[in-house]
């Protein structure tokens, strides 16, 4: 296991993150795995995030993560759980000695897991989310770590928020390209039509609107339909 760093390392880390990064999915990955380097008794780390009013694993790094999570997902109740929705970090020293959370604690232990540390995540504006470390072994989790665990969270908060803020917009850019594509498609399908037919963009629209509603299809599938026809045409013809 790495040995401990400083936050200013911790910090510096998520930014190299930040800098390689290519996709939500990728950066997310890379987070539950820097977590547990960061935090020497972590044996696996899961990355809830709040959809809907519960609590879902985005990604996880080691097998011990995805079942202490479900577990409480089951229940709705745990302390990853208790992390995201009150914003303070939740530790526990011993599960099979743990009071809180109902039988969460019981089904952990059957699960493997007898330690956990949840640091809590802010994610863009007013999305809550848990970085879950667990461990197999009782007292795997020591005061520092909770406290330096709190200072690195916050930096991945920013980052996460950052890595989010980037992939909505990559979503919006893609977005319009899609639309003016669709555009230049229905655009060319419509001068074929007034060519073919001796008829205004109008009445070339309308046609086109008239065989998407009639075979139930998009209209941009029925223009791009169209124009493969009499690409086609223009390739036997010659």
Request: hydrophobic letters at 40%; proline letters at 2%; one cysteine or more.
């Amino acid at each position: 296991m790495a040995g401990r760093r400083s936050v200013e390392e911790g910090g510096l880390d998520v930014v190299r993150m930040l800098d390689q990064f290519q996709d939500v999915a990728s950066f997310l990955d890379s987070l539950v795995r820097w977590a547990v380097e960061q935090t020497p008794g972590a044996e696996a780390c899961g990355l809830t995030l709040e959809q809907a009013g519960r609590g879902m694993t985005v990604t996880y790094s080691g097998e011990l993560a995805a079942r202490g999570d479900e577990r409480q997902y089951e229940l709705d109740d745990g302390p990853c759980l208790e992390s995201l929705r009150s914003g303070k970090v939740v530790a526990v020293a011993d599960m099979a000695q743990e009071r809180r959370w109902g039988r969460y604690p019981e089904r952990a232990v059957d699960a493997g897991v007898r330690a956990s540390l949840s640091l809590p995540l802010t994610v863009g504006e007013g999305g809550r989310g848990a970085l879950n470390l667990y461990a197999s072994r009782p007292h795997a989790f020591t005061d520092t770590d909770a406290q330096v665990g709190q200072s690195w969270a916050g930096q991945a908060s920013g980052a996460l928020s950052v890595a989010w803020r980037m992939a909505e917009r990559e979503k919006a850019v893609d977005h319009l390209t899609r639309g003016l594509v669709t555009r230049q498609v229905i655009g060319q399908a419509v001068g074929l039509l007034m060519a073919q037919r001796r008829c205004t963009g109008d009445e070339a629209f309308d046609l086109l609107k008239n065989a998407s509603q009639r075979n139930n299809e998009k209209l941009r599938d029925v223009a791009s339909r169209m124009i493969a026809g009499h690409e086609e045409k223009v390739r036997s013809s010659r």
